[in-house]
């Protein structure tokens, strides 16, 4: 076909392709993931830390160009710093509380549910239909002083008169733990469901107990799944938004919140750049974190004798 | 802010009956849950039903395009029939989009967003878009309607003379209380005593900066568009001692808590209040002596607007008073035109929720846009409230 | 667990392990261990034999502890192990993919049973290295499992499970992840090692020639069922049950009927008289308990039967020999050996009471291909020669090296191998 004397031009196209030195074609097939990351991604981020050094117009809405540091300045004032740090303290406890609770469930999955497995899984998966908020605005009723649980736990005399939960961080947490506990489970699951069941008979077959075991063998094996699911879950978390808005209503700022504020809030209360410059300070600082975090992880995991 | 009166369902602003349906929370969702996806921006009204209306025409002959594009907080803030007959009338076709906030209203028209016609901001909005020419000077000869808007909405201070803006609807901010759980309320020295007192931990305020430092402004004495710094220090520190007593903050849940009892004192507009009346008959509405604010929802044009004779025609309709007292049946909120009470279902024109006597009117504030110090100051003061 | 009482009642058995009516039941329905009864004594080397899913892999862990018996009682040097988890056995287990921690060194690997034991360090450092120097591999400690190959992770295995010095230790299948010349010398290894340490050994394989190469005692199951136990000899020349006889090495089938039998006298074998379809055949038994008129199965080893010319053939075969004439259909040259497919039968000529039975000679010659009746050039030792397709022979054998087997003993058997009955001879390799 490509040896005919007048080639179609669609052979023309493949030859000039066929031509092209390997790293081209590589760049060819790349290009929509390219084009994709630039517009969807990189513009926006761009655009966003273009916008962090602008001056604020006020009264919210876009703001005029130029180049200021105002908005970082603001970042050092106490409430700011206080509400960094309120963020903080919460994606660590809610990781830390999805971790402790994810890790036995994952276990049991992975290793006792065996016939009911697939149900379990999907019971886990089937919240994950409906929307985020929904899912979070039901727990809004269900945490209600007039709600579900109030009557039950009434009922039961487990407590007495109503219970108020709605709108504390008491609820934040519960939602938190909720809505991200998936995000751990699932990577803990496929790490335990791959460990070597044989590993964990032979380290009691070497005389370990179970507690040992799981110390010294299913933990250690299983890390790689703690990391991605702390990761999961820590990162989102930074951002979360609609639970402390939802559950906690309104009243306890999270970084995404005060972030948010700064686009959507009315009049004054909202600041583009701030806000950006907010944005751009907590992808920085995830940045570090989470790779402090893996370099940690990775001296964990590094093998002493491989210098070789 | 604004959007959530506006974009209550209208059915639930009934006051007469209870069978009336209950008012969907959905619509007054701020912010992440867009008023803009509960109604879309269809609106190629069939030209059916022989709804007969005023002979307005504008004066100025100049011919009309057949298109007119209307940029509104939703459809449940303009009436249906009323719409249907402009399009009769004037051989029109309408095309409505919506927006959420007045910030969004901005931000699009800033970024350029073409072809719109008619857009609703709120008072300060449209000093702010004044400001910044992005409205269309109206042509007072092009609606002689205006004969109809009572003074007092000739010289708002966001646009003295109205000339950009022409007065849609109005409402105001005070506070709603159980008069059968809390004793008589009167100001709003009295909402800050019940507040930190009796009514602890069952009290919400509006999400809205606006509205809840200039409510505490006006109970210390001062302008409800104070940005003095000493001023604002003394509302900080009754903000931060407030927010321990507060049950929630929040413009999308205010009214299902006064309506479930959940909160019996909640610093609200109106229009929420009077729909949670329908539940908590016993929930009183209260303009607080020392004053409050109102705002108005304005009609304007927008600078580019492809054809802005339509648009001068469009609002010179909608301030025919026939008009505008039956506007009042979909929005719930006052008109602004005393002439519109001769048309108007008495239970509504008689209500001092939704009309207020001379006496409290007088003191009541416009909401202004505020200078940028003041504006980042009040930002400052609020986020510590909230972060607190 | 390795207290001074338990030691005292270690010495009080004869058996390191007793395994008394065991039996495990998986489910409802799945028996994978019928009432198995097994002592197995100090020192020796034994394996558990037979096919896949005859329930030795399952005989190990019950004695690991990694499952609970159904019914019956497993002892451990005479202590009842009844219920107690692996960790607190004294016995150690060497797996089929050696199951080491990808996660630690070789010498972590190797201590981490003594580190059960809170062992002081030094002792730990100790005796992981004399473990290392043991399987051969000193110097290895510091790196990773998956820095070896197959053969040196399976030393490691072997040194992780023997520096506890076990009462026992098990194999399940541990060669059978090498390939052939690797298995051969761990065979060797693992032998001299079992020798070294004097420790018992209880060895899962399905490789018969491994069981019969390595073992003392050789027990073979089958279905769940202990088929016989017995030295590598027994089990092979004497095996008591069709099974047996098919799975270890190659066995031609005769079935027939006992015509006759002669009981033991003076301490001589009992004479059974069978007719079969390729004619009377005369077995010297130990078992006598067949009766005249039973249906029966005759095992004849292949490499047991001699083939001598037609021609050179006696009419009247020799006291305690039984003979048949037959043709060669097909002759293979097998390197040590030859191997026959010989077509006898009452008339030879392929009737339907005919069979083949096959017949292998050691290789005594040197030719490589000998043309048939060519017998100038076939060299012959003792009568010894190459025979081709076609050439009538006669194949004869001792009376006691045919076994009498009795066909129940196959009715509890299950599987294809061992209810084909086909005319054809039934003789396959494990």
């Known amino acids: ?308 | 802010m604004a959007d959530t009166r506006r974009t209550h369902d209208p059915a639930s602003g009934r006051l007469d009956t209870a069978t009336t349906p209950r008012w969907n929370p959905s619509l007054s969702r701020r912010g992440f849950l867009a008023a803009s996806a509960a109604v879309g921006a269809s609106a190629w009204l069939a030209a059916c039903g022989a709804q007969t209306t005023t002979k307005t025409v504008p004066k100025l002959g100049t011919k009309l395009e057949g298109q007119l594009h209307i940029y509104n907080w939703g459809s449940y803030y303009l009436g249906r029939d009323d719409l249907k007959a402009f399009q009769q009338q004037f051989n029109q076709t309408v095309t409505e989009d919506s927006y959420d906030s007045n910030e969004t209203l901005l931000a699009k028209v800033q970024a350029g967003a073409a072809g719109y016609d008619v857009v609703v901001p709120t008072g300060y909005m449209v000093q702010i878009m004044a400001a910044q020419g992005l409205l269309y000077p109206l042509q007072h000869d092009h609606i002689p309607n205006y004969q109809y808007v009572d003074a007092m909405f000739k010289t708002l201070p966001f646009d003295v003379g109205n000339k950009y803006s022409m007065p849609k609807d109005w409402g105001t901010t005070g506070f709603g209380y159980r008069s059968d759980l809390l004793p008589a309320a009167t100001s709003w020295q009295d909402f800050f005593t019940l507040a930190t007192g009796k009514a602890s931990g069952k009290t919400i305020v509006l999400d809205g900066v606006n509205e809840v430092i200039g409510s505490l402004c006006k109970m210390l004495g001062f302008s409800y568009n104070s940005v003095d710094p000493a001023q604002l220090e003394q509302v900080r520190q009754k903000l931060l001692a407030l927010k321990p007593h507060l049950l929630a903050i929040t413009a999308t849940d205010d009214i299902t808590l006064m309506s479930n009892g959940k909160a019996i004192l909640a610093l609200d507009w109106n229009g929420n209040v009077l729909s949670a009346q329908a539940q908590q008959a016993a929930l009183q509405y209260v303009i607080p002596s020392e004053g409050s604010e109102f705002w108005v929802d304005n009609w304007a044009l927008l600078k580019n607007a492809p054809d802005p004779i339509a648009g001068h025609a469009f609002i010179n309709f909608l301030l025919d008073p026939k008009i505008s007292s039956k506007e009042i049946t979909t929005t719930y909120y006052a008109q602004c035109e005393t002439e519109a009470f001769k048309y108007m279902d008495q239970t509504l024109a008689s209500n001092a929720v939704i009309y207020p006597n001379q006496g409290t009117i007088s003191r009541l504030e416009a909401q202004q846009a505020l200078s940028s110090d003041g504006a980042k100051l009040r930002k400052q003061i609020w986020d510590e409230f909230k972060a607190a | 667990m390795r207290s001074e009482v338990d030691a005292t009642a270690r010495d009080a058995s004869l058996y390191d392990v007793e395994l008394l009516g065991v039996s495990k039941t998986f489910g409802a329905t799945t028996q994978a261990v019928h009432d198995l009864t097994l002592r197995v004594e100090r020192g020796i080397f034994l394996s558990l034999l037979g096919p896949s899913g005859c329930g030795k892999t399952t005989t190990l862990r019950l004695i690991a502890g990694f499952e609970q018996p159904t019914t019956g009682s497993i002892m451990i040097r005479g202590r009842d192990v009844a219920g107690l988890p692996p960790y607190r056995r004294d016995v150690n287990t060497v797996f089929q993919s050696y199951a080491l921690f990808p996660h630690m060194t070789v010498a972590d690997n190797i201590g981490y049973g003594l580190r059960q034991q809170h062992l002081h360090r030094d002792e730990i450092r100790r005796r992981v290295g004399e473990a290392l120097e043991m399987v051969r591999l000193p110097g290895a400690g510091g790196r990773r499992p998956a820095q070896l190959s197959g053969g040196q992770q399976q030393r490691v295995a072997l040194a992780r499970a023997l520096v506890n010095r076990p009462t026992v230790l098990l194999l399940d299948e541990p060669l059978s992840a090498l390939d052939l010349k690797l298995r051969k010398e761990m065979q060797q290894e693992l032998k001299a090692l079992q020798h070294e340490v004097g420790i018992t050994f209880i060895y899962v394989t399905h490789d018969q020639e491994e069981a019969i190469t390595l073992s003392n005692r050789i027990v073979v199951m089958n279905g769940g069922r202990l088929e016989q136990e017995g030295s590598p000899t027994e089990v092979y020349d004497r095996p008591r049950t069709r099974f047996v006889a098919d799975f270890i090495g190659l066995t031609n089938f005769i079935e027939g009927r006992v015509r006759e039998v002669i009981p033991a006298v003076n301490g001589e074998q009992s004479t059974v008289t069978v007719t079969t379809g390729i004619g009377e055949i005369c077995c010297a038994s130990d078992q006598s308990d067949v009766s005249v008129g039973e249906a029966v199965t005759i095992a004849l080893r292949p490499e047991k039967v001699s083939l001598v010319e037609s021609a050179s053939a006696d009419d009247s075969p020799r006291d305690g020999w039984s003979t048949v004439g037959g043709i060669v259909t097909q002759a293979a040259f097998l390197g040590a050996q030859n191997e026959y497919r010989v077509r006898v039968g009452k008339e030879s000529s392929g009737g339907s009471q005919g069979q083949e039975i096959v017949v292998r000679q050691q290789n005594l010659g040197a030719m490589a291909e000998t043309p048939p009746n060519d017998e100038s050039s076939s060299p012959t030792i003792d009568g010894w020669r190459v025979f081709g397709p076609g050439e009538r022979v006669v194949l004869a054998w001792r009376h006691e090296v045919g076994l009498v087997l009795r066909d129940s003993g196959d009715d509890r058997a299950t599987g294809d191998r061992v209810s084909a009955q086909a005319p054809t001879p039934h003789a396959s390799r494990a």
């Not at chain 1, 160009?65 to 406890?93: C, E, I, W």
């Not at chain 1, 009434?154 to 991200?180: C, D, E, K, M």
Request: glycine share 10%; hydrophobic share 50%.
């Open chain 1, 1 to 308: 076909m490509r040896a005919s004397a007048n080639p179609s031009l669609r052979d023309r196209g493949f030859s000039a392709i066929q031509r092209l030195p390997l790293w081209g074609r590589s760049l060819l097939l790349l290009a929509p993931a390219f084009v994709w990351y630039g517009v969807f991604f990189l513009a926006p981020l761009v655009n966003m830390v273009i916008i962090s050094f602008e001056e604020s117009s006020g009264y919210g809405g876009p703001p005029a160009p130029g180049f200021h540091l105002d908005s970082y300045r603001q970042l050092l004032n106490p409430l700011y710093l206080k509400v960094f740090g309120v963020t903080l303290r919460m994606a660590l406890l809610g990781t830390v509380a999805c971790l402790l609770v994810g890790y036995p469930l994952a276990y049991f999955l992975a290793t006792r549910a065996s016939r009911h497995k697939t149900t379990l899984l999907l019971l886990i998966i089937v919240p994950f239909w409906t929307s985020f908020l929904i899912r979070t605005y039901a727990w809004e009723t269900i945490l209600d002083s007039d709600g579900v649980l109030s009557n039950i736990l009434q009922a039961l005399g487990i407590t007495h008169g109503s219970l108020n939960v709605l709108y504390t961080p008491t609820a934040i947490f519960i939602g938190i733990l909720y809505n991200y506990l998936p995000l751990m489970i699932f990577p803990l699951y496929v790490a335990l469901d791959r460990l070597d069941k044989r590993l964990v008979e032979a380290s009691k077959d070497l005389g370990a107990g179970r507690i040992a075991t799981f110390w010294q063998v299913t933990l250690p094996l299983t890390l790689p799944g703690v990391v991605t699911g702390c990761l999961l879950v820590f990162i989102p978390l930074t951002g979360e938004y609609l639970i402390p808005a939802i559950l906690g209503g309104s009243k306890n700022l999270f970084m995404g919140n005060l972030i948010g504020e700064q686009f959507q809030g009315q009049g004054a209360s909202s600041d583009w750049p701030f806000g950006a410059a907010l944005g751009v300070t907590v992808v920085v600082l995830l940045l570090i974190v989470v790779n402090i975090y893996l370099l940690a992880f990775r001296r964990v995991q590094s093998v002493p004798g491989q210098a070789g």
